[in-house]
């Protein structure tokens, strides 16, 4: 008798645990709990939790790179690309979108990474403001500029990008252009394409290019989920697949008992010299 009155609290507990969270993604994903701001509202947000980075020794403006974090927040491996993007001579530009929010490491692995708070379609905001803050900016060159993102801020991108090509803004702004003025490249490291990101593949704007990186052992974000909906795009979006690699293959500080991220080095280091490649296919060698 004891043990099924336990089993029948344990079971009513999950039940209730598992509506709990339902609600919570329902809320999330209909945007009535997302926070609407004007685009100089959302620049106050994000501008103290951006960090700016700029190449030494530059005599004007160089080509800027905003980046995305995943939904863990800011992590190592986004001062590991910021390093070689400024020491190839691009500036570079960190957003912190959970802290800006208040959000701390629980309450990213908890709500932003279950999709419970802030869905990519929200922080595609930051990506406006961010874009605003590089132009305005002395030592960047706003005409020149490019994106990326990690996880779920490659989800992010995405997002932002299939709002700009069906002529759209980020439902968090009132007063947001519908374009992403002086974007030339977007970059998406093993990007969440799956439910309820906006992106089929086949509404991201031609103007813009797209490359991802996906890893062939990646869990949390399959590859050939990705891979499918970049197939529907057109020449203007591309991607290459790392062999035998996880999720956050690059991020030094991965979780040590979590086989879904397994870091690796030599793929970490190849994957900054090609994200270099590419913005210097973009942009020019030597921008400074």
Excluded at 88 to 114: D, F, K, T
Excluded at 232 to 241: L, Q
Aim: net charge negative.
């Amino acid at each position: 008798m004891f043990l099924r009155k336990s089993l029948f609290y344990a079971l009513a507990g999950l039940a209730l645990l598992l509506a709990v969270l339902l609600l919570a993604f329902a809320v999330s994903l209909s945007g009535l709990a997302v926070p609407k701001r004007t685009l100089e509202q959302q620049i106050t947000l994000i501008q103290p939790h951006t960090e700016i980075r700029l190449p030494d020794n530059v005599t004007g403006p160089v080509p800027g790179v905003l980046l995305l974090h995943g939904c863990g927040g800011r992590r190592q491996v986004q001062d590991n690309y910021a390093d070689a993007i400024v020491n190839a001579g691009y500036a570079a530009l960190i957003i912190n979108s959970n802290e800006a929010r208040g959000i701390g490491r629980l309450g990213s692995m908890s709500q932003v990474c279950m999709a419970l708070r802030l869905l990519g379609q929200e922080r595609a905001a930051d990506i406006h403001a961010g874009l605003e803050i590089a132009r305005n900016h002395p030592g960047i060159d706003g005409d020149h500029l490019a994106l990326l993102g990690w996880s779920h801020g490659g989800w992010t991108i995405l997002d932002a990008l299939s709002l700009a090509g069906e002529g759209r803004a980020p439902a968090a702004l009132r007063d947001s252009p519908v374009g992403l003025s002086g974007v030339q490249l977007a970059l998406a490291m093993y990007p969440y394409c799956g439910f309820p990101a906006l992106t089929d593949g086949r509404n991201l704007p031609a103007h813009i290019p797209l490359h991802a990186i996906l890893a062939e052992d990646d869990v949390i974000a399959p590859a050939n989920r990705c891979a499918h909906r970049l197939t529907r795009s057109g020449p203007h979006v591309s991607f290459e697949i790392y062999a035998d690699q996880t999720h956050a293959f690059d991020e030094p500080n991965a979780p040590p008992l979590d086989p879904r991220i397994v870091y690796n080095e030599n793929a970490a280091a190849r994957a900054q010299r090609r994200i270099v490649e590419l913005l210097d296919e973009r942009f020019g060698e030597n921008p400074s």
